[in-house]
T-cell receptor, first 108, second 115 residues
Framework: KNEVEQSPQNLTAQEGEFITINCSYS?????LHWLQQHPGGGIVSLFM???GKKKHGRLIATINIQEKHSSLHITASHPRDSAVYIC??????????FGTGTSLTVIP | DVKVTQSSRYLVKRTGEKVFLECVQD?????MFWYRQDPGLGLRLIYF???????EKGDIPEGYSVSREKKERFSLILESASTNQTSMYLC??????????????FGEGSWLTVV
């Protein structure tokens, strides 16, 4: 069973397009994280949120706790946004569950 | 700048060898984790530690052990490497921390190939 489901699995966009990646989860959480992984491995945390909406530059993350759903939006996408985006939820204690990731390719 | 540092970026080992992967964090976090990442399977938890000398099995602990003798260092050990342990290994740490809150931080990853 997958506690965290992401969609789509793969996404190709033209530069400048608005992008949305979705995440649904089935467990009670204390926080939800959006992570970014570039080719070569390292993962960085983009957002941690437990309610509402956060914005950082061209990235916006929203969460609806009642619906157990979060979205990551990228406005005016750029080739350097090409990466794998991973949704992760933190349940109580030290437990994290991860989605399998969305591979985004932005074409110039 | 906060940091999780993994000792080796790329390793090639022979079947049956003992392999050590080291991870160090500088954020005074209690929680440290070892994951492996395989195509289509996402991140899978091998072991985690919530304090010095404390460890808990994750989802796929078979064939692995861990050591946490100091708060900042968490080591993953493959007692006898096998080809199905060829993978990318990621170390992570998380707070709560005054500087870092509850954010999770990852190392750069260690690509292990067992031949």
């Amino acid at each position: 069973k997958n506690e965290v489901e992401q969609s789509p699995q793969n996404l190709t966009a033209q530069e400048g397009e608005f992008i949305t990646i979705n995440c649904s989860y089935s467990v009670g959480i204390s926080a939800l994280h959006w992570l970014q992984q570039h080719p070569g491995g390292g993962i960085v945390s983009l957002f941690m949120l437990s309610s509402g909406k956060k914005k950082h530059g061209r990235l916006i993350a929203t969460i609806n706790i009642q619906e157990k759903h979060s979205s990551l939006h990228i406005t005016a996408s750029h080739p350097r946004d090409s990466a794998v985006y991973i949704c992760a939820v933190r349940v109580t204690g030290n437990q994290f569950y991860f989605g399998t990731g969305t591979s985004l390719t932005v074409i110039p | 700048d906060v940091k999780v540092t993994q000792s080796s970026r790329y390793l090639v080992k022979r079947t049956g060898e003992k392999v050590f992967l080291e991870c160090v964090q500088d954020m005074d976090h209690e929680n440290m984790f070892w994951y492996r990442q395989d195509p289509g399977l996402g991140l899978r938890l091998i072991y985690f530690s919530y304090d010095v000398k404390m460890k808990e099995k994750g989802d796929i602990p078979e064939g692995y052990s861990v050591s946490r003798e100091k708060k900042e260092r968490f080591s993953l050990i493959l007692e006898s490497a096998s080809t199905n342990q060829t993978s990318m290994y990621l170390c992570a740490s998380s707070g709560p921390g005054r500087r870092t809150g509850n954010t999770i931080y990852f190392g750069e990853g260690s690509w292990l190939t067992v031949v």
